[in-house]
């Protein structure tokens, strides 16, 4: 197992990373940035859908030879804030508190509603992104990339406690509420879209379950029953999509989602659950989250901590899939699960000097560096350790 001093060690290496470099690198699904990869697509769904594909999956790393511009992605400004906003409850003397104001600065200024086309803050890859269900240009608002930004926000509120803050936060709101489709409504469920204008026949479930828990919170501080209301709801649509056997599959349809159960997004909705208990008080959904969580360590890893890709695909291991299972289990407080999955994560994810691998296969690895997607997570799941430890310590656990 590895020691708390060394977790810190590598923490505090990958945070002053990330600030050297001004949180600037490649993305997972950023093929497209490539001009040689825009002008050979002719603007044909397929062909952009296909470029992506093959620079994301690719051994080795093309973005360099393909003229990939690094650039600022939203979602990594957000996993930096609260790995930042975590060291602050670990009496550790750097400039973290500073660093995490830059950036939710910066997220507060590089909104994607500067054009007063949505109804509230938002936010979007700042790449192009080809998926089978839709195209979205750089900057193009997103429900998944709004919650994570707006929970940094919140996170930052609670431990900084700016107004601004929260005032964005709420704004995103508006956003998922109103500029993103409905795709279906009772009285009792809800669900929305991934995107604005989204035509399509199905729905991404772990950004359902992600807006609930998002809106849930921003209500609880605003005391707005109509947005718990609205939290409830969503949360109930993907609860009655949760399996038998505790699981969730990508999509509303499964003969869509592309793998049965993968790893990070379960871990996703599992901390959407925990997080819209411990907002509300409301325990209706206790027992899908803990068949899920059930789920999520039986089925997800190996004994040894190694994170699965999916329930039916062990390889390839992958970085976030290490660093999800971290943030999830810290957040449940099952510290000898959170600490396993960290101790094989480091071992084989871990280059030194605040940098983390891709991804590792039986006979090939890919040793490259995907900046949030690798260093942003894990120092997101580290963070989370940390502060859980420090948490036990205070109440005499440790």
């Avoid at 690719?58 to 511009?69: A, E, G, M, Q, T």
């Avoid at 709801?233 to 399996?243: D, E």
């Avoid at 590792?360 to 040793?367: I, N, V």
Wanted: with cysteine; proline share 3%.
């Amino acid at each position: 197992m590895i020691d708390i001093k060394e977790v810190e060690k590598i923490l505090s290496a990958t945070l002053d990373r990330a600030h050297l470099l001004g949180y600037m690198g490649y993305s997972k699904f950023d093929g497209l940035r490539s001009p040689l990869a825009r002008a050979l697509s002719f603007r044909f769904w397929p062909l952009r859908l296909l470029w992506t594909q093959i620079i994301m999956r690719s051994p080795v790393n093309l973005r360099l030879i393909l003229f990939v511009k690094k650039g600022i992605n939203p979602e990594g400004m957000a996993l930096f804030a609260r790995a930042n906003l975590e060291t602050l409850s670990m009496k550790i003397t750097r400039p973290f508190h500073e660093r995490a104001v830059i950036c939710l600065n910066w997220l507060i200024e590089n909104t994607s509603a500067d054009k007063g086309q949505y109804h509230g803050s938002c936010w979007g890859y700042h790449h192009p992104w080809q998926s089978t269900g839709f195209y979205q240009a750089a900057g193009y608002p997103n429900c998944y990339i709004t919650v994570i930004a707006g929970g940094a926000l919140l996170h930052g509120f609670r431990c900084l406690h700016k107004e601004d803050y929260l005032m964005t936060a709420r704004s995103a709101v508006d956003f998922i509420l109103y500029d993103l489709d409905v795709l279906y409504e009772t009285a009792e469920e809800k669900c929305i879209s991934y995107v604005p204008k989204m035509k399509t026949d199905f729905a991404v479930i772990n950004i359902n379950a992600q807006a609930a828990a998002f809106i849930a919170q921003v209500g609880a501080l605003t005391g707005e029953t109509f947005l718990l209301d609205q939290a409830r709801k969503l949360l109930s649509f993907v609860s009655r999509l949760q399996t038998s056997y505790g699981a969730w599959y990508y999509t509303t349809n499964p003969r869509q989602s592309l793998v049965a159960h993968d790893n990070y997004h379960t871990g996703m909705i599992l901390d959407a659950y925990l997080d819209y208990e411990n907002a509300t008080g409301d325990q209706r959904f206790r027992d899908h989250y803990e068949r899920g969580l059930e789920f999520y360590g039986k089925d997800l890893f190996l004994a040894s901590g190694a994170p699965k890709w999916a329930s039916d695909k062990i390889l390839p291991h992958d970085v976030h899939g290490s660093a999800q299972g971290i943030l999830t289990f810290a957040n449940a407080g099952e510290r000898e699960k959170a600490f396993r999955i960290a101790s094989w994560g480091l071992q084989n994810f871990y280059k030194g000097h605040g940098e983390f691998a891709y991804q590792k296969g039986r006979f090939l690895s890919k040793r490259f560096t995907l900046f949030h997607w690798c260093n942003g997570w894990m120092a997101r799941g580290l963070g989370a350790l940390l502060s859980m430890l420090r948490r036990m310590e205070d109440m005499g656990g440790l």
